[in-house]
């Protein structure tokens, strides 16, 4: 068997991972600001993130140039179709790192925390494994 050279590969993911964790954040934080408030504004994401307001302006002027937001100088933010998408991928990965956390036996405030950050890191095939392993959990529970 020959042995594994791409030591890199992890990091190179890792960093991909860190470059869209921003991009989700906002998408997750402004869908639930608009579904909590009916409108999401710059000052609703810096009150939320705990950040100025010239950081989140800078942010969400980058989510208009990836096509993620719409939004005008003075005006509500707006998610674009593919900024819904990537919004509602991110909260299904969240609810789902939750959920298995919880079935771990985690508390839910630590395992909140936690899921924000792992969230972001974890592929699909082991999210598709921790959904397994609560679906199965849940059935020899019920």
């Given at each position: 068997m020959k042995p594994n050279h791409d030591n890199t590969a992890p990091h190179r993911r890792t960093r991909r991972d860190h470059a869209t964790e921003t991009a989700e954040d906002y998408v997750e934080a402004i869908l639930d600001t608009?579904?909590?408030?009916?409108?999401?504004?710059?000052?609703?994401?810096?009150?939320?993130?705990?950040?100025?307001?010239?950081?989140?302006?800078?942010?969400?002027?980058?989510?208009?140039?990836?096509?993620?937001?719409?939004?005008?100088?003075?005006?509500?933010?707006?998610?674009?179709?593919?900024?819904?998408?990537?919004a509602a991928e991110s909260r299904r990965r969240h609810e789902m790192v939750f959920r298995f956390l919880r079935a771990l036996g985690v508390d839910a405030a630590t395992a909140a925390i936690d899921a924000e950050g792992i969230e972001h890191h974890v592929s699909s095939q082991t999210l598709a494994c921790f959904e397994r392993f609560v679906n199965e959990r849940g059935k020899a529970e019920g």
């Open positions: 608009i579904e909590e408030r009916e409108s999401c504004r710059v000052v609703d994401l810096a009150k939320r993130f705990g950040i100025s307001h010239v950081t989140v302006t800078r942010t969400v002027t980058r989510l208009v140039d990836e096509g993620l937001v719409e939004t005008e100088p003075y005006r509500p933010i707006h998610l674009t179709a593919k900024g819904k998408r990537l």
